[in-house]
Every structure is written in structure tokens, then in C-alpha cells.
């Protein structure tokens, strides 16, 4: 029998902490919908922010916590808090947005949402509910005197656990709408999407490991673009 090569073997061992991952948060959101235990213990040790500490809390699904996990450099040093919780949907973030972010009091929140509600993953929910959601968690950080970066859903040709979807329409449509709120309501669109898509409208194979979450190199071509969107979102009154 032929030995696994380490490139294969990483490749497994990155699929199954995922999934051991995915696993224990589905199993403490059977009775706790949001996982609002997820952050619970994290969160009561988050003491309040130093003064001129410009802490950044980035809100989002296995995309986001997978960045801590593939890139930890990124996060390593900052005043960077990742709240990001596999599989999860909109309306789970909302839920949880308060303990998750308001409660952290950051100056900014990078709100990187919506791929899984296409995906169906909590029921079918169309796009104008997505972006609702989206912008309701927009409204609620504005609220609280946090500035908002509003990220692009990342480009999907399908996705793996649910194929035949065809997300590519609905990626774009809930972007363009991201965008234009972003625009009008005097928040930082923060466009993954433009830079990170193949000829079919997909993530470029370079960029991830199953076609929808990006891989390390993935996560160093959005770290520059997530650095910049945040130091716009700060220069704004």
C-alpha cells in the first residue's frame, strides 16, 4: 500500500478538525440555536478595551474561524477578536450579535456573511431576507457607535455538502446589494469577491481546499483587503 504523501495527509487532517469542529458546534446549537455558548467562557474574559486600542471583532461563519485556524499570524499581536462559528446562517449571527460583538465593545465589526443561508443550511431563505439580516447587524453596531466593514460573500461555483444549487446568482445578487447599503448608509464594503474569483465565477482553485473556504493562501490575499477596509471604517466620523 502506498504511504500518504504530507500535502494528502495535512489535507486530512485540516478536513477532520473541521469536521470535529463543525460536529461540537452542531451539537451544543441542538438545544442552543445561535451557539450563544460558543463565546461564552471567551467573552467574560475580554476586559474592556485599553485606551487607543482600536479592537476589531470579526463576525462570520467557518470562513472567519478558519482564518484563525490557517493564518493565526494574521490575528497574532492585534487587537483582533474572531467570532466566527462553522455553518452558521444570518439570522444565528444576529442572535448573537450582542454578546458576540456589542457586548466587546470593538471600534469596528467585519461582518463577512450570507453563503451559508444560500446554501440552505438552516432552510431555504432568500436574498432579501439574507441581506435584511445583514443589514439589520449593520444597524445594531451603528447603534452602539461601532463602524462597519460589510464583506463580499467569497465566490462559490457549488458547494460540496449541497450540490445543484447554483449560488453563483444569488452570490452576486446579495453582493450587489451589500454594496449599495455599504455605499448609502456610510459603511466599508470590503470586496474578497472581485479578487478572489475564476473565469466561472467560483474560487480560484489556488486560493481553496474544497472550493469554498479558502486555504492559507487564500486567507493571505484577503488579510490586505481586510486591513485596509478596516482602516478605512476607522477614518470615518
Known amino acids: 500500500m502506498k504511504k500518504l504523501t504530507w500535502p494528502l495527509m495535512a489535507l486530512f487532517t485540516l478536513w477532520g478538525t473541521a469536521a470535529f469542529a463543525q460536529d461540537k458546534d452542531s451539537a451544543l446549537m441542538k438545544q442552543d440555536w445561535a451557539c450563544l455558548k460558543c463565546f461564552q467562557e471567551d467573552n467574560a474574559k ?6 487607543g486600542e482600536q479592537r476589531v471583532v ?23 477578536i474572531n467570532r466566527g462559528i462553522s455553518g452558521q446562517t444570518t439570522p444565528q449571527m444576529l442572535i448573537r450579535f450582542r454578546p458576540d460583538v456589542i457586548d466587546l465593545h470593538p471600534k469596528v465589526v467585519v461582518i463577512l456573511a450570507g453563503t451559508n443561508d444560500i446554501a440552505g443550511n438552516t432552510g431555504y431563505t432568500p436574498v432579501p431576507t439574507i441581506f435584511g439580516n445583514i443589514v439589520s447587524m449593520a444597524e445594531l453596531a451603528k447603534a452602539n457607535g461601532i463602524k462597519v466593514v460589510l464583506s463580499s460573500v467569497l465566490p462559490a461555483y457549488d458547494y460540496p455538502w449541497r450540490k445543484g444549487l447554483d449560488p453563483v446568482t444569488k452570490i452576486a445578487q446579495l453582493n450587489q446589494l451589500i454594496k449599495a447599503y455599504a455605499a448609502k448608509n456610510g459603511c466599508v ?23 469554498v473556504h479558502p486555504n492559507k493562501e487564500g486567507y493571505l490575499v484577503m488579510g490586505p483587503l481586510a486591513e485596509k477596509a478596516i482602516a478605512a471604517a476607522l477614518k470615518k466620523k
Open 58 to 80: 470579526f463576525m462570520g461563519n467557518s470562513i472567519t474561524i478558519g482564518w484563525k485556524n490557517l493564518n493565526p499570524d494574521f490575528f497574532a499581536g492585534k487587537p483582533y
Open 189 to 211: 464594503y470590503l470586496d474578497y469577491y472581485s479578487v478572489m474569483a475564476d473565469e466561472q465565477k467560483g474560487l480560484k482553485k489556488e486560493l481553496t481546499y474544497d472550493g
Open 46 to 51: 475580554v476586559e474592556a478595551p485599553k485606551a
